[in-house]
């Protein structure tokens, strides 16, 4: 029988939305968690130290090698190795910690790190990472001390440098550059609106309304930076999630299909068949046997 996905909203009770914790000794405290799918209302940036786990996100699997950063966005499901030993650090934080101003907002939501529109953000270091090092250790510091007025601006800016220089790193690293513009623009938009409204609006012409764009234009902008159009975009944010809820969750296939919009269970099944070449079930079956 699957789990379900649990979801993990910001510890409550710290002076703010951050906190830098220890990443083998959260593991060995809530293994059962780190194990089992789970997804976050927050943002996190771990750093694996040492060892070599295997995390898988979104049905992705990723090698960690040592000394690698890894980068995750809010809602992202997660599933730790059982198997391996690590260390490390994770550093964890809320969009109302960071986001300060418009400026922060446009950081946040622009950021390379988090918006990687092409795959889990990653940067693993050959040589000393002594400015990631102090970096570090300077929030840690900071966040050591008791409640005080200016802890929250402090924090905020460590973070927003340790975030620019990840960035200035991140590029240097096979990173494929997308040309800044309005197209990027129009595509990082449409992303935001496709995820908080996949659940109801599946037409392109509603993103293109919302964003007032024509669909032309917003077609143009995808293809071009992505490489597919704003139909399969939308069409594989919906298989994403019921991917997630097959494979994680003892939801109903029709309980599923209402979730995701679909009057009835038989429409479901065929729009899934029709995007996977596999039922609901079939695709259900399949991972819980892998």
């Excluded at 905020?156 to 990173?175: A, D, G, T, Y």
């Excluded at 099944?269 to 892998?290: D, G, H, M, V, W």
Aim: with cysteine; aromatic share 14%; charged share 25%.
């Amino acid at each position: 029988m699957t789990r379900n996905i649990h979801k993990y909203n910001f510890k409550t009770g710290l002076p703010q939305e951050f906190e830098i914790v220890d990443l083998g000794q959260l593991y060995n405290d809530f293994k059962d968690v780190f194990t089992s799918s789970f997804r976050t209302g927050f943002y996190h940036i771990i750093w694996f130290k040492k060892g070599s786990p295997l995390l898988v996100i979104d049905f992705n699997p990723i090698q960690i090698k040592p000394n690698t950063i890894i980068f995750l966005p809010k809602d992202t499901v997660q599933r730790f190795d059982e198997k391996s030993t690590f260390e490390g650090k994770a550093i964890l934080f809320t969009e109302s910690f960071f986001c300060k101003s418009d400026s922060d907002i446009k950081f946040l939501r622009n950021s390379i790190l988090f918006n990687d529109l092409f795959s889990v953000a990653k940067i693993q270091f050959e040589k000393s990472t002594d400015i990631f090092d102090n970096l570090l250790q300077l929030m840690e510091l900071e966040f050591g001390t008791g409640r005080e007025i200016y802890q929250s601006d402090i924090l905020k800016n460590l973070l927003h440098n340790f975030l620019i220089i990840s960035e200035r790193e991140r590029r240097k690293q096979n990173f494929t550059e997308i040309k800044r513009g309005a197209q990027l623009d129009y595509v990082l938009h449409f992303k935001d609106l496709l995820e908080a409204n996949y659940r109801k609006l599946r037409k392109v012409s509603n993103y293109a309304e919302k964003m007032s764009v024509t669909q032309k234009q917003l077609n143009q902008a995808t293809s071009n930076i992505l490489g597919k159009s704003p139909k399969k975009m939308i069409d594989d944010r919906i298989i994403l999630e019921a991917k997630r809820l097959l494979a994680h969750t003892t939801m109903s296939i029709k309980s599923i299909g209402f979730d995701l919009g679909f009057d009835e269970p038989t429409n479901f099944t065929k729009y899934f068949r029709k995007q996977t070449n596999s039922t609901p079930i079939e695709f259900r079956t399949q991972f819980i046997l892998a």
